[in-house]
Nanobody
């Protein structure tokens, strides 16, 4: 059983930046894909970004050019660097390992973008 723990969320003003971390209790090299998803109140969960164990990345159109996903296998951690944050980025951000349907999930971290 793999446990994922997110950190780095918080309150930030529009235009600001945050960096989220997701640390695994086990090796992340075992997972072909890891990613970040988010869910805003009253909305469905949506994909934010994914990264493969070869470093290939994929982003939602709404975050392209503003967010960057990365991974450090030695630290068993993936990151989500978020810049130029907008109020519509407000959501609970969750880390996933494996797949959205059958993979492992963290508990989520709240990101609030507000002045």
């Amino acid at each position: 059983q793999v446990q994922l723990v997110e950190s780095g969320g918080g309150l930030v003003q529009p235009g600001g930046s945050l960096k989220l971390s997701c640390t695994s209790s086990g090796s992340i090299s075992n997972f072909y894909t890891m990613g970040w998803y988010r869910q805003a109140p009253g909305k469905q969960r949506e994909l934010v970004a994914t990264i493969t164990n070869r470093g290939s990345t994929n982003y939602a159109d709404s975050v392209k050019g503003r967010f960057t996903i990365s991974r450090d296998s030695a630290k068993k951690t993936i990151y989500l660097e978020m810049n130029s944050l907008k109020p519509e980025d407000t959501a609970v951000y969750s880390c996933n390992a494996g797949s959205e349907t059958f993979g492992y999930w963290g508990q989520g971290t709240q990101v609030t973008v507000s002045s």
